[in-house]
């Protein structure tokens, strides 16, 4: 029987934390070395399962990263792939792994909550979602779920039923949204693997303010199911400590299901090419100048990127990229009118009250959204598309900051009436690439001074998932970025064998 983890009492003022060391990869802290080493007897997938576990009793108070867990379930999973090991039989990719499981989609025995009080009462799943399911065919062991804003309609992750989840980093912050609770759980070392999903930067987000690797993959290169609420905007993708995970995860979860239009069989390229040109996107609609500590640490990035690969820097603002429209306004129409759709407006009056603030908030738009604006919106949709593909041409990369603020308060903005204020566009900048399908990944790149991670998003060719991949190991190579957050252990191969005592 899963078990609720409480929510953390409200911390006082930021963090201030001093920069880390630099961890580079080494041949234990890598989701390959821990299912080999589980294969090859060198650990137990008990003894991974186990360290899981205490660490979520240790550190997830003060983060409540983690809402849910089933050990029981767990160990007894754990325990079979030993058996497996023990007898010699072949093992998954992921054998013998934890991995939690973002609490929007289905996992066998746990309520889908989906962060609102209104589902908390709902049946448990009968059966897996399809992440869970394919990384449970790779041998991955599921202990339990992560926090997430309700409805994932948010970028910083906080709701009335379970509160706010806050950043490893600087625990008076947010770890992003939506998929916030993988991500703090990632970063404090709580499990190796924690899933995530993105339908206008909820990967991309926590990511980059918890100094991981994480990509919002072409669309259509994993299959969705069941269809999600925001319908041609949403996909499920990979969030990880390092680029070879993300690669092998990426790997996992890749392929089309029946039902998805989106989703098809995908053969990439055997030759990589060396990128042709560079284009800096401060913003991806004209909001305006970056903020100051966000525009330094996006100049610096961008820099050492271009000097990285021997390119000039090409600088375009969004106003000439999009002179008649506004790509992140027609993602809000488009997404809230899709929610609202999906929930259904009687539901929504019947319940608003329960939701919170920031939910009720992006529904009552959603409400308000007229059938001509969301096909209106639909259809610029072609010339995003359109514009991008001949900006970036086959080999092109667009560089910009995944976020364009330097950190969210952990619960949001509050303003003096103690009401929440309304976390809108302009600070964000990824959302073109769930309206246009291309894939975008962020690297880990600094600090800013509030002690929360900076992240450079990198959006490539639509198909070039691979390719993008091969840049950011290189980027990885030349400035690795430390695994965990300060005061946090790596999830390695060592530190279970070392916490057998």
Known sequence: MPDRLPGPDRLPGPDRLPGPDRLPVTADNGLA????????????????????????????TDLNAV???DAASALEQAQDVDAKAAAGERLGPLAGIPFLVKDLEDLAGFVTTKGSTTLARGDRAATDGLMPQRLKQAGAIAIGKTNLPEFAAEGFTSNNLFGATRNPWSTYWSPGGSSGGSAAALAAGLAPIATATDGGGSIRIPAAFCGLVGIKPTQGLIGRKP?????????DGPIANSVADLKLLLEVMSGPVAGDPNSFPITFPDVTPAPSHLVVLPRTSDYGPLPADVEAAFTAASQTFAALFELPLRSIEPGELFP???????????????????????????????????????????LGVEIDEYLAARRRRFDYVRRIDELLGSAGLILSPTVAISGIPAEGWVNAAGQLAAT???????????????????????RCPNGVPFGLQVTGPRLCDHWLLDIATRWEASFPWPLTAPGFEPFTVSAAIAARG
Request: aromatic share 6%; proline share 6%; charged share 10%.
């Open 67 to 69: 809402i849910a867990l």
């Open 33 to 60: 070395q821990l299912a080999g080493a589980v294969g090859s007897g060198a650990v137990t997938a008990v003894e991974l399962v186990t360290m899981s576990l205490t660490r979520i009793a240790a550190r997830n």
């Open 324 to 366: 008649a429209a506004s790509p992140d306004e027609d993602w809000f129409v488009i997404a809230a009118a899709e929610h609202v759709e999906s929930l259904g407006r009687i539901w929504i009056q019947e319940n608003f009250a329960q939701l919170h603030p920031s939910t009720q908030g992006f529904l009552q738009s959603g």
């Open 424 to 446: 809108g566009p302009e600070i964000y900048a990824t959302m073109l690439q769930n309206l246009t399908g291309h894939p975008a990944i962020t690297l880990p790149a600094g």
């Open 227 to 235: 269809i999600p609420d925001w319908i041609d905007l949403a996909t």
